[in-house]
């Protein structure tokens, strides 16, 4: 058996208060409870991860709509037909609730046969009745919508689950759509997603059309530090040679509950054969037994001697059919020892429910966060004795010799971006405050055993909301509502648009030469204009300054959990305690300290350790290879920096300090310069 490798990797830790799993009176957990409490809006959108309620929230908010609010009825949607099994019936009175929620099967449209645009007829007998409630999927509603016309809907609450599929772009019906019935403003809408993130450039929603909901937010940190039994949580990934095969038994433990999703035939870690690749993880886990009659699962002897089942996902003959009804079964929820590895490729994703996954094994890189952070979600269940869940990302290595190392850098790149930010989802969340003569300690916080210190910047955590407060000297407050949403509900999304920027992670990676400013002033508050180009300077510079603080507040707190195992070792006060320990090595916790951070300096030193050092220059070489000079942009960005330096300090930067980010500063101002000379000149 493979040698078990030591993953580079963020451990986050939680507090297992079991209040996320515990119900109100009305049957309601806390992220239901939430999401009721703002019932009465008409557009709502739920930001909640995998496992946390989203489905019987919206039962709750919706059966008020129903009864309470004059709402005719209820249509919801899902992406595809397996999730509308989240939607069957629920006797919620049993629990307290004043109604219980009823699908008649005729109206549930994902277990209709036929295809989605044969259903439209199907979806106006609904409209036509006096019925309450139909389910039916995203295409056969935007079928719906494109034969009935957008005016069929009004009066209705929309409900469209998994939010995330929707986009702003032009070529997005069911986002075009929804645009229509936004500006028509005659129904209800409720948006749920476990992960807001979306692979491209395009936004879910336009921020004019978002700033007209309401959005409740219930966290990772909250959700997973108010399970019952889950206490850790782990995210790492391990780069590998040759097969990727040969390698899997270095991160794969036997004993632990492991879904595998092995990669796209046509991606560079693929082995050619989806069928031989299946075949070769069951081989290097032991010895083949034969198969279970009554579920299809392979039975293996591992090394140990133990039998482990194993469910093919990936093989798409007749078995399958069999493997995934025994999935479905309720044997597989109640009996932990059911099945011990499954193995996908497309499937065992979105909406897929194995609370027993200890490991979500994934092999190359993916292209989309909202794939990752789905992935991600089939580990976070809570579970009976289930305490430690983890992911890992096995990525083929770089190899300079390769025809696509170029590729092979980028997605490296991609994934590192992937782990930066759900580091940072993962994280508690950070409220910023500016320190003032007039700041003063919030009630519910507590700040260390000192207490507030009204003489200097204070750290307060609240362990039950998850939330810390941070106070700032010289921190940039939001004056629009717009603004104020981003640095409330939004930073995660900022941060996620500068982490994915090529030229952004490349410099703060592998260039030496790097002043941080470059990155945390100049590349951020440009990626923010262009996210963002309704705001003005000043909020562009506010947001600016929250999302960088978060971003690096993450990172420190990580890099001090790394060098100091006696408080990596304090459990789910560990996060708390690296933050406390990097602030107090400063004399001034302020803006322009935060701003002198790289904030890819930790990931370099991770990566480090993860890779040879052969794969590593290899990497370097071909990103340094196209360095860019600077360009008309960022020398205007730094000239109104140096402009803003000379209004603080009465001079202009100097290119000779010894200040390297107020040479940078110079250095812009001399480009602009002899930009505006040349064209005098001719």
């Not at 297992?16 to 999401?35: D, F, I, K, P, Y």
């Not at 899902?78 to 989240?86: D, H, M, R």
């Not at 007829?121 to 389910?135: A, G, H, M």
């Not at 929707?166 to 028509?184: I, P």
């Amino acid at each position: 058996m493979n040698e078990a490798k030591s993953i580079p990797s963020v451990t986050v830790n939680y507090k297992s208060t079991g209040s996320s799993t515990q119900s109100n009176e009305l049957g309601m957990r806390a992220m239901q409870e939430r999401a009721y409490e703002k019932r009465g809006e008409q557009y709502l959108l739920i930001k909640s991860p995998p496992a946390s309620g989203k489905s019987r929230a919206l039962m709750f908010i919706a059966l008020d709509k129903i009864y309470n609010q004059d709402i005719r009825q209820a249509i919801i949607t899902v992406p595809e037909k397996s999730i509308g099994s989240s939607f069957s019936d629920e006797p919620l009175t049993r629990f307290g609730f004043n109604y219980d929620w009823e699908v008649q099967p005729k109206w549930n449209l994902c277990n209709a046969p036929g295809e989605d645009g044969s259903k439209v007829n199907s979806v106006r007998s609904f409209l036509e009745s006096e019925d309450k409630i139909l389910v039916c999927t995203h295409a056969t509603f935007r079928f719906a919508v494109e034969r009935l016309g957008i005016e069929s809907f009004d009066n209705r609450l929309i409900a469209i689950d998994e939010f995330h599929h929707v986009s702003a772009d032009g070529d997005n019906v069911l986002g075009s759509q929804l645009r229509q019935l936004v500006a028509r403003d005659r129904v209800h809408i409720v948006a749920m997603t476990g992960s807001y993130f979306r692979g491209d450039a395009n936004p879910v929603l336009m921020p004019e059309d978002e700033a007209k909901f309401e959005t409740v937010t219930y966290t990772y940190y909250e959700q997973l530090n108010g399970y019952e039994y889950l206490k850790t949580l782990n995210i790492g990934y391990y780069f590998y040679s040759a097969a990727y095969a040969d390698d899997i038994l270095k991160v794969l433990n036997p004993n632990e509950k492991t879904i595998i999703h092995i990669p796209n035939v046509n991606s560079r870690e693929s082995m050619g054969d989806k069928i031989k690749e299946v075949e070769h993880i069951i081989h290097e886990l032991g010895k083949w037994q034969g198969v279970d009659p009554v579920t299809g699962f392979h039975l293996v002897k591992t090394h140990e001697g133990k039998v482990i089942r194993i469910a093919d996902l990936v093989d798409d003959d007749a078995k399958r059919a069999k493997v995934q009804a025994a999935l479905r079964s309720p044997e597989s929820k109640k009996n932990r020892d059911y099945v011990d590895i499954i193995i996908a490729l497309g499937m065992a994703k979105e909406g897929f429910d194995w609370i027993w996954c200890e490991h979500a094994l994934t092999v190359g890189y993916r292209s989309s966060l909202t794939e990752i952070v789905q992935i991600i979600g089939r580990a976070t269940r809570d579970a009976p004795n289930k305490t430690h869940a983890r992911f890992t990302n096995l990525i083929a290595e770089v190899d300079a010799s390769q025809e696509n190392v170029t590729d092979a850098v980028n997605d490296t790149l991609k994934a590192i971006s992937a782990s930066l930010l759900m580091e940072q989802v993962l994280a508690p969340r950070f409220n910023f405050a500016p320190k003032n003569t007039q700041s003063s300690p919030v009630a519910g916080y507590s700040y260390g055993q000192g207490g507030y210190d009204p003489q200097r910047e204070n750290i307060g955590f609240n362990e039950d909301s998850g939330q810390y407060h941070i106070e700032i000297k010289g921190l940039s407050i939001p004056q629009s509502e717009q603004a104020q949403r981003i640095c409330k509900e939004d930073l995660n999304e900022v941060i996620a648009a500068f982490v994915q920027d090529k030229q952004t992670i490349e410099r703060g990676l592998f260039d030496e030469e790097l002043v941080p400013q470059e990155l945390t002033q100049v590349r951020m508050g440009k990626i923010i204009k262009e996210k963002y180009p309704d705001l003005d300077e000043e909020d562009i510079e506010s947001v600016r300054q929250h999302a960088i603080a978060a971003l690096n507040f993450t990172q420190k707190a990580k890099e001090v959990l790394n060098q100091d195992s006696e408080i990596n070792d304090r459990g789910n006060t560990a996060l708390i305690d690296g933050i406390r320990k990097f602030t107090m090595d400063v004399r001034e916790l302020d803006v322009d300290w935060i701003d002198s951070i790289n904030p890819f300096s930790e990931a370099y030193s991770i990566l480090s350790k993860a890779m040879t050092e052969q794969s590593l220059k290899a990497m370097a070489d071909i990103i340094s290879g196209k360095k860019l000079s600077l360009s008309l942009d960022e020398a205007r960005d730094l000239t109104r920096r140096a402009v803003k330096f000379k209004k603080e300090r009465g001079r202009l930067p100097d290119i000779k300090s010894a200040d390297p980010w107020e040479q940078r500063m110079a250095q812009g101002v001399a480009f602009l310069a002899r930009l505006k000379a040349e064209e005098r000149n001719g």
